[in-house]
C-alpha cells in the first residue's frame, strides 16, 4: 500500500506564491508517475501537473509557464510550485500516485492524499 500526504496548503493574495509537498510513504517503489490534482467548488477533479519516473512533467494549460512540479527522489517527496496565483486556482489540491503492471495487458492504480486547501483572493 502507499500512503501520500500533502501539505503547504493555505491562503494568499492573487499574485502570490504556495509551494505544496507530499510525502510518499509505503510501497513507493511500485509509482512510476506522481502528480497534483484539483478541485474547485462545482467542478470536477482536473490533472495540474504530473512527472513521470524518468522526470518527464505534463501541465494543463491553464498554469503552464505559473507552475513547476518536481521530486525529490531520495526523500520521496514531489513538489507544487505555484507563482502568479489567481483566484481560478482556488480548490482543494490532491496529490496522485499509480502505479502501473510491468507486463500487457497493464493494470494501473491510482493512490491519492487527503488534500490540502489554497484559497487566492483578489
Known sequence: Q????ESG???VQAGGSLRLSCAAS?????LNTMGWYR???GKERELVASITSDGSTNYADSVKGRFTISRDNAKTVVYLQMNSLTPEDT???????RSRSRTWPY???DYWGQGTQVSVSS
Request: with cysteine; hydrophobic share 30%; net charge neutral.
Open 91 to 97: 480548490a482543494d489540491y490532491y496529490c496522485n500516485g
Open 26 to 30: 509505503g510501497s513507493i517503489g511500485s
Open 9 to 11: 496548503g493555505g491562503s
Open 39 to 41: 478541485q474547485a467548488p
Open 107 to 109: 493494470r494501473f492504480n
Open 2 to 5: 502507499v500512503q501520500l500526504v
